[in-house]
């Protein structure tokens, strides 16, 4: 069964696309890690040259962000999603998606740029084994509209709701990075200094062995200050 339209989709509040997208249904067999074969019912949409937003607070309009909103406003996005369920009411949700330029909102003072994000997410509403596919395992290609994605996350790696690319940072004009980046959104509990225990979105940013500059006028000739390499960096913004 196959049907195209304009959707909308939020994914655990880290990545929101709207657009025309392509969805199909159809059962197959997968492999979960720690179990093996396991059949299911697949849902699987995919897309491609949309506008998304990936990050924390994805909202209604994936360019135009609320007040709370922290992440990125990306372009050019291509993706597929595989919504699975087994028999005993199981979900695995997996998703693998590539952007074109990328821009940070959220935090007046903190630049991001990208001209290439990676997003990988593949979970699962009960239990923590899930939807294997490395090499020999799950093959599953799915169609955007554009080249298709082949699913590649591998099972070992256990759940997953991350976003790679390179990144250029600059904080608050006083330091500039350059380099590989991790993005991670999740729910953590964090405590106050008065003790008080809270739950907090928290939005992740982090790099290892990356360039940067420390002191002032970082993007001109009259910089002054201290270049560093093989720098290791990380950023949580709550």
Do not use: C, H, W
Not at 175 to 194: A, C, H, P, W, Y
């Amino acid at each position: 069964v196959r049907l195209s339209g304009s959707f909308a989709i939020n994914l655990f509040n880290f990545f929101r696309v709207d657009g025309s997208l392509a969805m199909s249904k159809q059962s197959a067999t997968v492999q979960v890690t720690n179990e093996g074969a396991v059949e299911v019912d697949q849902l699987l949409l995919g897309g491609s040259g949309l506008n998304a937003f990936i990050g924390a607070n994805a909202g209604a309009d994936p360019l135009n962000r609320g007040a709370d909103a922290i992440g990125f406003n990306v372009v050019g996005v291509s993706f597929g999603v595989a919504i699975q369920r087994d028999a005993n009411g199981r979900t695995f949700t997996s998703v693998e998606a590539t952007t074109g330029a990328a821009s940070f909102i959220g935090i007046e003072g903190l630049e991001l740029s990208a001209t290439q994000l990676g997003l990988t997410i593949n979970t699962v509403d009960s239990g923590t084994d899930v939807v294997d596919y490395a090499a020999g395992a799950t093959d599953l290609t799915i169609a955007t509209g554009g080249a298709p994605i082949t699913l590649s996350m591998a099972g070992s790696a256990g759940k997953l709701l991350l976003a790679s690319g390179a990144v250029d940072v600059d904080l608050f004009g006083f330091m500039q990075l350059s380099g590989n980046f991790g993005i991670e959104k999740s729910i953590r509990t964090v405590t106050l200094s008065d003790a008080e225990e809270i739950e907090v979105d928290y939005f992740g940013i982090g790099a290892s062995d990356v360039s940067a500059f420390v002191g002032v006028n970082g993007a001109t000739a009259a910089k002054l200050g201290f270049e560093l390499d093989e720098l290791d960096f990380a950023l949580a913004l709550m």
